[in-house]
């Protein structure tokens, strides 16, 4: 692989993903390259029992400003660090889809993501987004398994 342009680290604001966007960010202070953070709200949120279905628009508006804060206080930690970066929110119910619309349309070479490792009955059951990342993106995907102790492990 060449060096990558465009890096593309999707995050969840979870520890995983949070760790897999230092790798990410690693790499593209190596390379030079620019990285592009995403964050996929749900585009028909599930509302909590004290939201009415009439404020649903308000509701949603509320998630993406959050995510906007979120990610721009991310975003300032990476830019600090020296690395050219941006931030997306975008919106969606399968935020797998999402990312990689996001990666085509970009033009990423390389997307870096964690898995939080599922196996079994609960990949069945829950889905796996870095699954349906890896198998349908055009581009490079790096995957990092984040191990009990908070270090990455090798994807088996």
């Not at 760790?19 to 990285?35: F, H």
């Not at 749900?42 to 279905?53: K, N, Q």
């Amino acid at each position: 692989m060449l060096s990558p342009k465009l890096i593309l680290s999707p995050i969840d604001f979870s520890d995983s993903s949070l760790q897999a966007l230092e790798v990410a960010q690693d790499l593209a202070k190596r390379y030079g390259s620019e990285l592009l953070l995403i964050y996929v709200v749900p585009a028909i949120p599930r509302l909590p029992d004290d939201v009415s279905i009439f404020s649903e628009g308000s509701y949603e508006q509320e998630l993406n400003k959050n995510a906007k804060t979120r990610l721009d206080q991310l975003l300032d930690k990476v830019k600090q660090a020296g690395v050219r970066a941006r931030s997306m929110v975008g919106l969606a119910n399968d935020a797998a889809m999402e990312i990689i619309r996001v990666a085509e349309h970009e033009k990423a070479d390389l997307i870096v993501m964690a898995t939080h490792g599922m196996t079994g009955w609960r990949r069945i059951a829950f889905g796996s987004v870095t699954e349906k990342v890896v198998r349908t993106a055009e581009c490079s995907v790096l995957v990092l398994r984040i191990g009990g102790d908070s270090r990455f492990q090798a994807v088996d």
